[in-house]
């Protein structure tokens, strides 16, 4: 896993498809990291935001930074996303995450896990901004064959194991992981308290 997958920012607008909502519903990500409305929150490769924005609707509107390192999601956010308030649309650069240690509440990665290349950089970042106590969430697609009509080719796709072992060497401890989403696989890993 050592080459960077990157997804073609033209094709930015597939990522506002509504039934990416039934795959990856934004309630199930609430319950799996018991999101609240008083939380700060990073999405880590936020592409359009589309599934921040619904997260939070369903939160009453939690302050969420929408991160990604392509220009053009950050561009196509902010004039997308002008009335969800809550979110912050930012340009990272690639592995940093320019927050305090220890200074939110949750980070999920959507359906980008599999770009990461050597993933234990981004995830040492993740770990260090998040509170004791608190979640990361990855989904990603399945790596099976019966998923790969839609997202990436099944060779570019991590199986859900590696993201665990990932985590568990990142310091993540309580990994497991979750079903609930269609095409995908859900893994959840705690900072320690």
């Known amino acids: 896993m050592s080459e960077e997958k990157k997804f073609d920012p033209r094709k930015r607008k597939k990522l506002n498809n509504p039934v990416r909502l039934q795959w990856v ?18 999405d880590v490769g936020a592409g359009t935001g589309y ?6 609707e369903l ?6 930074h929408a991160l990604d390192i392509e220009p053009l999601m950050i561009s196509e956010m902010e004039t997308t996303l002008k009335a969800a308030s809550w979110i912050h649309p930012q340009l990272m650069e690639r592995n940093i995450l ?6 939110v509440d949750g980070v999920w990665t959507i359906t980008v896990f ?3 290349g050597d993933p234990l950089p981004i995830l040492g970042e993740i770990y260090r901004v ?4 608190t ?7 399945a790596k099976q064959p019966e998923a790969c009509e839609q997202g990436p080719p099944l060779d570019h796709r991590v199986a859900e194991e590696v993201v665990v072992a990932n985590l568990k060497e990142a310091g993540f401890t309580d990994v497991t992981i979750e079903d609930g989403f269609t095409h995908h696989y859900g893994v959840v890993g705690y900072r320690p308290r």
């Open 114 to 116: 599999h770009e990461f």
């Open 98 to 103: 320019s927050f305090a240690d220890q200074s």
């Open 59 to 64: 939160l009453n509107g939690p302050i969420i």
């Open 135 to 141: 979640a990361l969430l990855v989904v990603d697609w």
């Open 25 to 42: 519903p934004a309630m199930r990500v609430v319950e799996l990291m018991e999101l609240n409305s008083h939380g700060t929150y990073l």
């Open 130 to 133: 998040l509170r004791p106590g």
């Open 51 to 56: 599934i921040s924005q619904a997260i939070g």
